[in-house]
Nanobody, 129 residues
Framework: QVQLVESGGGSVQAGGSLNLSCAAS???????MGWFRQVPGKEREGVAAFYPAGDSTSYAFYADSVKGRFTIAQDNAPNTVYLHMNSLKPEDTAMYYC????????????????????WGQGTQVTVSS
């Protein structure tokens, strides 16, 4: 059974940085791991995803709104997925969720939350102007 626990959220001023962590258990080294965010009244939005395809090949995917500012990374020992967030903007304010899926992530499908079967409880990120 996959279990995901996020940490690292908080409140920062615009331009600041936060580092989110997702401690994962029950995943394999072939799971696609994603970070999503959601604000009340809006749909859950894909922020970034990391897919270790094997043979030392991995892929990282980012929403256009965070490219160049956010970085996703995975550490296999222990199983932790990170989201390093720099140059934060007020529009980045949301609840951030870590998620895992068994199927590979591709450029076309990584941001769709439906195939992700395991979710963490979320961690709040608030960016003030």
């Amino acid at each position: 059974q996959v279990q995901l626990v996020e940490s690292g959220g908080g409140s920062v001023q615009a331009g600041g940085s936060l580092n989110l962590s997702c401690a994962a258990s029950g995943i394999t080294n072939r799971n696609c791991m994603g970070w999503f965010r959601q604000v009340p009244g809006k749909e859950r939005e894909g922020v970034a995803a990391f897919y270790p395809a094997g043979d030392s090949t991995s892929y990282a995917f980012y929403a256009d709104s965070v490219k160049g500012r956010f970085t996703i990374a995975q550490d296999n020992a222990p199983n932790t997925v990170y989201l390093h967030m720099n140059s934060l903007k007020p529009e980045d304010t949301a609840m951030y969720y870590c998620a895992a899926r068994l199927l590979p992530c591709t450029t076309e499908n990584w941001s769709n939350p439906d195939p992700f079967r395991a979710w963490g409880q979320g961690t709040q990120v608030t960016v003030s102007s």
